[in-house]
């Protein structure tokens, strides 16, 4: 998919009677003339719903997956906004979502609300796993940016923005990017709150555990948003511990890494796009060198 807008085929309604489910798809990587990751030891710190399908992808090959969230999700503060939204949802332009969390969270509360949605005539999203989400659901998507972060996806929404009107759905803390760049070009913005993440405390005594010797030390750590990076920091604070040197720190893509800088460490490594695969990529290509 282009990140032109395509003129999908419209589903007016999403049917909350039942929940479609959806599969993703099976990911090949560069392993040619090149060590799995064979008796790595790598540091998930995913929610604990998404880490799993990370954690068997680098099982099967080879590595050793520890999983410690440092992110659990939970409902904002208020639905207020998300409820208003939902109740002239179908007056929207564009329905844009941020994360696969915001389009779970959406679809959770619909179904506790509503028997159906009318859907506004767009939906963009921001990369892949939220394109998956969105289709697991039912939606069809119309755009998805050429990058997969906030600012691509604003750049590939800007000439439809003039006049026009958009609800984001989105977590509480994340950037205004987004919504400032469409306000700024002519587009009606609503934000809909319908999630928050927080720190898990049970990831504290994890942690602890995990670097209270050098043997236990992960090989990698994986960073899929800029919140796990700021997260793990305030978790290891928690837990009395500081992060050991010569672990390789592996992000996502560019936003993930400037939060890991503006927390003193360098990324290691950076995945080539912002998807799991791309991380994994990465990690075969780092790990499997004699340095590493």
């Not at 506790?112 to 999203?125: D, F, T």
């Amino acid at each position: 998919m282009s990140s032109h807008l395509r003129r999908a085929k419209s589903r007016s309604t999403l049917s909350y009677n039942s929940h479609p489910g959806g599969s993703a798809g099976h990911e090949t990587y560069n392993t040619h003339k090149m060590p799995t990751l064979t008796n790595k030891r790598i540091l998930i710190t995913r929610t604990r719903q998404q880490a799993s399908d990370l954690a068997a992808r680098l099982e099967a090959l080879g590595a050793t997956p520890i999983l410690i969230p440092t992110i659990e999700i939970a409902p904002p503060a208020s639905f207020a906004a998300l409820d208003t939204a939902f109740t002239r949802l179908r007056t929207y332009d564009w329905l844009v979502f941020t994360s696969p969390n915001g389009v779970e969270a959406f679809h959770r509360r619909a179904a506790q609300l509503l028997k159906s949605v009318q859907l506004p005539k767009h939906i963009a999203v921001i990369g892949p796993a939220t394109l998956s989400a969105a289709i697991s659901i039912g939606l069809i998507v119309d755009l998805l940016p050429p990058q997969y972060i906030a600012e691509s996806l604003a750049a590939a929404l800007l000439p439809e923005a003039p006049g026009k009107s958009f609800l984001i759905v989105r977590a509480a803390e994340a950037r205004d990017i987004l919504p400032e760049a469409l306000s700024a070009a002519g587009a009606t913005v609503t934000i809909a709150e319908a999630y928050r993440s927080q720190l898990p405390p049970d990831s504290i005594p994890a942690l602890q555990h995990l670097f209270s010797t050098p043997a236990a030390y992960p090989d990698a750590i994986t960073f899929t948003s800029a919140s796990t990076a700021r997260n793990l920091f305030a978790l290891l604070e928690a837990a009395n511990r500081t992060l050991p040197p010569n672990i390789t720190l592996a992000s996502i893509g560019p936003i993930t890494s400037q939060a890991l800088r503006d927390l003193g460490h360098s990324p290691t490594i950076e995945a080539a796009e912002s998807t799991i695969p791309s991380l994994i990529q990465a990690l075969l290509t780092h790990l499997s060198q004699p340095h590493a």
